[in-house]
T-cell receptor, first 113, second 116 residues
Framework: AQSVTQPDIHITVSEGASLELRCNYS??????LFWYVQSPGQGLQLLLK??????LVQGIKGFEAEFKRSQSSFNLRKPSVHWSDAAEYFC???????????FGSGTRLQVQP | DAGVIQSPRHEVTEMGQEVTLRCKPI?????LFWYRQTMMRGLELLIY????????DSGMPEDRFSAKMPNASFSTLKIQPSEPRDSAVYFC??????????????FGPGTRLLVL
């Protein structure tokens, strides 16, 4: 079954530093990939999504992600992190033949002042 | 738009009691999803409706769980009888349901359920 793996459970960065959150997918063809963010006590908000075309995807809040087929990765990046970016980030895929999302285990981001 | 509305936001109940979670999708959305979030299993799909019809209920854990969507603007997830292992955050999400898998799913704030 198609799935995504987020190898980092917890990441801490300093405010203003760059950020990269890792996501690896297991799937033969080009998958439908998503990044969601969950702030404490809140629901999930879509940051960006990739289906085809340009492998560099721009999202909201200054985030971007790059699809790399050779590495089976879809890493999320931000050049300069703000304290308000502290949250949990989920990579997700929609498996073939389904409509629902399959989520990774999440990466909790902590931002130091 | 008010977004996806879930009620209650918090629920504390005792083992064996019936629990009903409610969801109102975004107006005009035709697809509705119920997800559950736990520490052990993360975020996982319970059931998905399209045009009020259950399409994929492969994630419904057992017969104690049931979900209904009597109309386009309301869905319920019922647990009867509830057990401590059902403690989790339950999310409802909706999409327009017209453009396939690339549609954005809009999530509600979740219901935090604690079964004692």
């Amino acid at each position: 079954a198609q799935s995504v793996t987020q190898p980092d459970i917890h990441i801490t960065v300093s405010e203003g530093a760059s950020l990269e959150l890792r996501c690896n997918y297991s799937y033969g063809a080009t998958p439908y990939l998503f990044w969601y963010v969950q702030s404490p006590g809140q629901g999930l908000q879509l940051l960006l999504k990739y289906f085809s075309g340009d492998t560099l995807v721009q999202g909201i809040k200054g985030f971007e992600a790059e699809f790399k087929r050779s590495q089976s990765s879809f890493n999320l990046r931000k050049p300069s992190v703000h304290w308000s970016d502290a949250a949990e980030y989920f990579c997700a895929v929609v498996p073939t033949g389904r409509r629902a999302l399959t989520f990774g285990s999440g990466t909790r981001l902590q931002v130091q002042p | 738009d008010a977004g996806v509305i879930q009620s209650p936001r918090h629920e504390v109940t005792e083992m064996g009691q019936e629990v009903t979670l409610r969801c109102k999708p975004i107006s005009g959305h035709n697809s509705l999803f119920w997800y559950r979030q736990t520490m052990m299993r993360g975020l996982e799909l319970l059931i998905y409706f399209n045009n009020n019809v259950p399409i994929d209920d492969s994630g419904m854990p057992e017969d104690r769980f049931s979900a209904k969507m009597p109309n386009a603007s309301f869905s319920t997830l019922k647990i009867q009888p509830s057990e401590p292992r059902d403690s989790a955050v339950y999310f409802c999400a909706s999409t327009q349901g017209t453009s396939g898998v690339q549609e954005t799913q809009y999530f509600g704030p979740g219901t935090r359920l604690l079964v004692l």
